[in-house]
């Protein structure tokens, strides 16, 4: 997908910067809980696009705190505009800049001071996936969630960039507490097989499993942003899992 580069777009993220969560510099960990301002747990989205899927469910699950991880700065971007928007925080001034929620404006590159309180439970981590799960600590994870993620079908040797890898999956299982999920939400059919497979292999226990989510028990509770709705007017079925690590089977 080739994504139009943003005007001002570091500017800009620099202005919304207290939404960003940072990674230890060389090779450190760190607790997720510490960005937020309640003990909460985590959740983590891996591709979080321009943000749809997140803000809703942030909204619906506001006792929870959610990790939003984009590998495209200009797309995190929109993610957090949007984020911040719905959040009350402002907007974009007419002339650039921000507008923050007292109507003051920010101008280009400054950065608007949010209080921990006010940053609601989404905080968005721009970077490559594996860097940012190597990041966490052992455990510190309640949920991942990875929706309509890149299929790397076209060649071969681009499939060590899936997602689900069993490389990710080992580092799933390693930052997921006890009992937390890891749930998956694609179009391509290929891509599923796949996933379940690896899946399988890396010892999860699939506990949800739908080629047409539309049509199941989770249609009604299903979040569809602008992206799933295209390829449902396609005529697209969805493929949804759920699965829990069975770590004593590592």
């Not at 899927?53 to 495209?72: D, G, H, Q, T």
């Not at 949010?114 to 968005?124: A, H, L, Q, T, Y």
């Not at 970077?127 to 966490?136: H, K, M």
């Not at 079908?153 to 990710?168: C, E, G, S, V």
């Amino acid at each position: 997908m080739r994504v139009r580069k943003k005007r001002h777009g570091s500017e800009r993220l620099a202005a919304l910067s207290d939404l960003i969560y940072t990674i230890p510099a060389e090779g450190g960990r760190k607790d997720p809980k510490t960005e937020f301002a309640n003990d909460s747990e985590v959740i983590m989205e891996v591709g979080c696009g321009k943000g749809d899927f997140i803000r809703e469910l942030s909204m619906r699950e506001p006792s929870k705190n959610f990790l939003a991880v984009e590998r495209i700065g200009d797309v995190a971007l929109v993610a957090m505009e949007k984020y911040a928007v719905s959040r009350n925080l402002g907007r974009l001034g007419y002339n650039g800049g921000w507008m923050d929620e007292n109507g003051i404006l920010h101008p280009t590159g400054e950065k608007y001071e949010i209080s921990p309180e006010k940053r609601g439970n989404v905080r968005f981590v721009i970077g490559d996936a594996a860097d940012i799960v190597a990041s966490l600590p052992d455990g510190s994870l309640s949920g991942i969630i990875a929706n309509f993620s890149d299929p790397w079908t076209r060649k071969n040797k681009y499939a060590k960039r899936r997602l689900t890898t069993p490389q990710f999956l080992g580092e799933y299982m390693r930052v997921l507490a006890d009992g937390a999920s890891f749930s998956f939400k694609t179009d391509d059919e290929e891509l599923f097989d796949y996933t379940l497979e690896m899946l399988g292999e890396a010892g999860y226990q699939i506990t949800f499993k739908t080629r047409d989510l539309h049509s199941s028990e989770r249609a009604g509770n299903n979040i569809i942003t602008e992206y799933e709705r295209n390829f449902m007017e396609k005529g697209v079925s969805i493929k949804m899992l759920e699965a829990v690590p069975q770590k004593e089977k590592r």
